[in-house]
């Protein structure tokens, strides 16, 4: 084995330029396997960073309308203490709130997120100093105390190690810092303070106000069929006990790893098998590479034989230069793979769950010397199979010239190569043309020109509010100022159950459909259109006759066939006249469809929660954000404006999964599509040396330069009709694997199943032309004087 390696290090040395080409095309093919693994592994094969993650799952709320709903805080505490399967049942809240933070004279905006107090205990994650909440926390109508994420430990108090015990300011409430986390949990949150929730505040106890998740440890041994049965007993129970708010409602479990990582598992799958067909290109260009240089020491294999060295001894050297090569394309994949772990993690999307956790360790280095021997031996059993097995006078006989033997298998890699590309571009042009109609979609309202910020509502929050949208739009350069509770395409949600008047339902099951506060020039600062009737108007207020607005997926649905306006829904008891009807909004999604919504005046159902500010501005709305700001203190020196956004950034984060999914795929149909093309060039140019003498006698015999630059170019054309044939028939196969991933396009797409081959034929032909080209002008005098 020794004295292999030193040959097969001193043969790579002489051949420096084959050499170099090698490694480098198995570097990328390695390195961009590497990459993409590393991604998969820490994303969906490591488990989850939290204590026993095979027992952890999701409670969902189940009705006829929805199987993932959120659940009261009521039903939360009755699941909590009367189930049988739990080591742990926490909760946390649908949304991270918005909370103005005092310590001294400033003030900031930050994430807080309200938790049961045994949530941390759940899923394993202790402070670092100071202690975890008790049941005791949950005792209060108003949070009492608070326990402050890592890294505004480390950022906003500098690690003070003193501050546990410390008094702070949120939302003008005192609280106590108890504890430190040891590391934040974005996964779960990316909230920077964590609130543990005041059960004994009246809102708490309300039976249908259902804001919760739930996140569950089960008992060793107990299984999620058991759990689920047991907190459906539970949740019949309280049907039995509250029919009107409790009918037809029951719990869904999910492992929490398939509710975190569930949805991008398809999509990190694909990017994996496309670039595995990007290295099986790759391996086939090498193999093509030393199918040639096979041909060139054919006289050396001659000889070992002839000195006594036997078929499978030779074998043994030839897969060990292949195996040397690839390792050391394994060296060159993983300085590219780092470099490339680092741009995804800058550059990938940020709603990509664990993606902060992906870097180059042992299993991601395993794995790169494992595909490195494995390509190794893959690309290099054919040419060495195919040298050792020609005739021993035929070796001697042949000399350096080689066997021009070699171009029926370099043709069958290069028409598999032909093939894999195929099937990759044609899912890289369907992805494309899918992102394309995505990011064309109309979301309903027009993102260009404004600006959005969360503000947390103080004490007397509808005077704040209508105070600052009217010193906002007076600022210079403003369009339209509004006010929203829920902002289109920022996950924000929330549903109310209603009736349309007039009309019986049976008991306890009334509509449902989501529910909007608004204040403001809202509708104008969107630039949502009013279809039918008015708008909301300053004298809308508490004291005025109660009013809704609908969108116009709302009135199909509610009132197909006649007019919507004037008519009355019942909203919480409380009989409100339809004054308007307001064109349908993309809210959780482009990809989905406007969902019915109801809008009613902030002034008529104030909130103590918190208000997405939206502004329109005549030029750039970035420019507003300084003067926005100083509007906010100026109204109340204790409150903060939060990150501002534009809505194009909102509505680009929003496509953000597809968008890098789209990137990936298509840059390696481009790779694929560069060395199938360098792999027929070659395969054509190796052809052309190998029948220099032949075409100097056909030139000699009268041949044209035309005929020889058919005869040429019609090999690559065969190779290459071929290639498409199979790629087509496993395209249509392949691509049902994106079905998931598409949108507006068709696994079959017409366009793009006839556009690609078009494409790729245009490619092959150059790449054939180039060295058919050189062949026409073959000289027959000097060939023909060729040994």
Known sequence: MLQDLAFAARMLKRNLGFTLVAVLTLGLGIGANTAIFSVLDAVLLKPLPFEHPNRLVWVWGSFPRSNEAAISPSDFAEYREHNHFFDQLGALSVEEGASNLAAGNQVEHVKTMLVSWNLL???????????????????????????LGHTIWQQRFGGDHEIIGKSLKLDGER??????????????????????????????????????????????????????????????????????????????????????????????WILLGAVGLVLLIACSNVANLLLARGAARQREVAIRAALGAGRMRIVRQLLTESVMLAMLGGVVAISLASWAVEGLKRFGPPDLPRLAEVHLDGTVLAFAALISILTGLVFGAAPALRSTRSYLQDGLREGSRGSSRVNAVGGALVVSEMALSLV??????????????????????????????????????????????????????????????????????????????????????????????????????????????????????????????????????????????????????????????????????LQGQPPPEMYVPFAQAPTQQFLNLVVRASGDPVQLVSAIREQVTAIDPTEAAGEFHTMDEVRAASVAQPRFSTFLLGLFAIIALMLSAIGLYGVISYAVSQRTREIGIRMALGAKPQDILRLTLGQGIRMTALGLAIGLCAAFF????????????????????????VALTSVALLASWLPARRAARVDPLVSLREE
Request: aromatic share 8%; net charge positive; proline share 6%.
């Open 121 to 147: 205990d759940a899923i394993g994650v202790r402070p670092q100093i100071g202690r975890g909440f008790a049941r005791a926390d949950e005792n209060a109508t108003l949070p009492q105390v608070v326990i």
């Open 175 to 268: 609280v106590t810092v108890i504890g430190v986390l040891g590391t934040d949990i974005p996964l779960i949150t990316t909230a920077q303070i964590f609130v543990p929730a005041p059960m004994l505040n009246p809102g708490m106890k309300v039976a249908n106000a259902r804001f919760l998740r739930l996140i569950g440890r089960m008992k060793n041994g107990a299984t999620s069929n058991q759990a689920q049965a047991d907190l459906g007993s539970i949740a019949r129970q309280l049907a039995e006990g509250e029919p009107a708010t409790h009918t037809d409602w029951t719990v869904r479990l999910e492992s929490l790893a398939d509710v975190k990582v569930g949805s991008v598992r398809s999509a990190l």
């Open 424 to 589: 990759l571009l044609i899912g890289a042009g369907l992805m494309l043309k899918s992102f394309w109609l995505l990011v064309h979609v109309n979301p309903g309202f027009q993102t260009a020109h404004v600006v959005t910020t969360q503000i947390q509502l103080p004490a007397d929050g509808q005077h704040f509010v209508y105070q600052l949208i009217e010193r906002t739009s007076a600022l210079g350069g403003v369009e339209a100022a509004g006010a929203i509770t829920e902002l289109p395409l920022s996950g924000q949600m929330n549903d109310r159950s209603f009736r349309v008047e007039g009309r019986s339902y049976p008991p306890h099951q009334d509509d449902d459909a989501n529910y909007r506060r608004v204040a403001g020039n809202y509708f104008r600062a969107m630039n949502i259109p009013l279809l039918q009737g008015r708008d909301f108007a300053t004298f809308d207020t508490a004291k005025s006759k109660p009013v809704v607005m609908v969108n116009e997926p709302f009135a199909r649905r509610y009132y197909p066939g006649q007019g919507a306006l004037g008519q009355h829904l019942v909203i919480g008891g409380a009989a409100r006249e339809i004054t308007g009807i307001v064109g349908g909004v993309r809210h959780f999604s």
């Open 734 to 757: 392949v691509t049902r694997l994106l079905q998931s991933l598409l949108f507006g396009v068709t696994p079959h797409d017409t366009s793009s199943f006839v556009g690609v081959p």
